[in-house]
């Protein structure tokens, strides 16, 4: 087993947590919960050129089941484990578990992870503790937001309760949950996972890609209406980045069809994106985006210019896995006609192919500016008929409406360059969501 570096990952890369223990111990339907897991890292292997996931979340049971039918994702490292550094194997991690077939998983590991990333625990657990002290403390913040109904000395009382931990952990804040009203609660929940995959994915240096959509972040009116911390600045910048990836990659795609591609079919289709200059490129995009969002970099926006030329640049390359190689491979699977691709009907599921990049909620906060793609989360997308897909349109041309109105409002020199390019974004994004 080779350990490896967050720095040396590079490309377009996500951090998975659908195999959480958490995710599978509250879910009644296993067997559901594996297609659905299936069906997203066929997403995010099809646009990412690596994943990563928590190595303590393979422990379980369920990560085993499907790792055993898929051994070559770890074999071959598509999918690599992050290993905190405390830990010399991932045999440590079975020391407190209690399974019966324990000796035959730690094997099974030891066989067929080839690489790991290393992560530092004491950084990690910091960094979650003071995210939550950050928003609990201030007024503006999302989750004080959301958190209507919680009196201010009760807000004390938590901020007390997280800085009295050195570090803080998932179960600290379970257990202040249960003192709270049962939608508080929730949202309390949500910001807690949301927060923990995002520093998951900081550690390791990637982009998160969250395993259900229903994470709080700030909606089209609490931008609109200014109920948010982000500058006006960052709340341009925040709106234009997510337009800007939703056109590179956003497709319709029947989720039949996807279940009838193998992870091997998926491997093949997606080599455009490990082509060298595209993984440059995108680091080259995504450091951008990092520097963009932060008050203090010298070039606040960046040059329109030169943001459509990495866009357009990367828009082929998906455009060849997505538009080209993967109707190859479903004729070759003998699925009747490459054209289903394009012309789904009513009777079949939809999915937006997929996982969107948003920039996180947390984006506001001092204290992340300064870091890495974690800044990116990964959102996945469904549509059960073409009634929803409408929705998103209309949800789409109001973003659209708000960053139009946002830079017009804002005193910025690339005013006609942004709105060029917004109208370029928007004939993209329109064009590859048409059914």
Known sequence: ????????????????????????QRTTNL??????????????????????????????????SFFRDNPFLLKEGHIIPALSNDKKDIGELFEDKKLKNKKEIIEFYKENVSWTVNWEIVDNSSWFRNRFIEEFENDASLMRKRLTSIKS??????????????????????????????TERNVLLAFRELVYHISGARVVNCESALPQENYIDFDLADLENKRTRLSEDQILW??????????????????DLLDMLSFQDILAIRLPILDSTFQSRYDVLVNAVVQGIKPDSPS???????????????????????????????????????????????SVALGALGF?????????????????????????????????LAKSEEYYFNKERLLKKQIEDIDISEKSEFLDMLDMLSTLISHRTRI
């Open 238 to 255: 925040k709106l234009f980045i997510e337009l800007a990836f939703e056109s590179l990659q956003k497709r319709p795609i029947p989720i």
């Open 1 to 24: 087993m080779k350990r490896i570096e967050p720095i040396n990952l590079t490309g377009p890369r996500a951090y998975f947590t659908a195999f959480d223990h958490r995710i599978v």
């Open 300 to 346: 606040f926006l960046l040059n329109a210019d030169q943001l459509s030329i990495l866009s357009i640049g990367l828009a082929e390359t998906f455009k060849t896995v997505l538009d080209d190689e993967m109707p190859k491979f479903l004729k070759k699977r003998a699925i009747s006609s490459a054209k289903k691709l394009g012309t789904v009907t009513t």
């Open 31 to 64: 067997q559901d919960l594996r297609k659905e897991v299936e069906r997203k890292l066929k997403l995010l292997l099809l646009i990412k050129s690596r994943i990563t996931c928590g190595a303590s979340h393979l422990t379980s049971e369920f990560a085993y």
């Open 356 to 388: 969107i990049p948003v920039l996180s909620a947390v984006t506001g906060t001092m204290s992340i500016l300064k870091d890495t793609p974690a800044l990116l989360v990964n959102v996945g997308q469904t549509y059960s008929s073409l009634k929803s």
């Open 153 to 182: 000395k009760q807000f004390k009382d938590i901020i007390a309760t997280i800085k009295a931990k050195r570090t803080l952990s998932r179960t600290v804040i379970d257990n202040i949950a249960r003192q709270l009203p049962s």
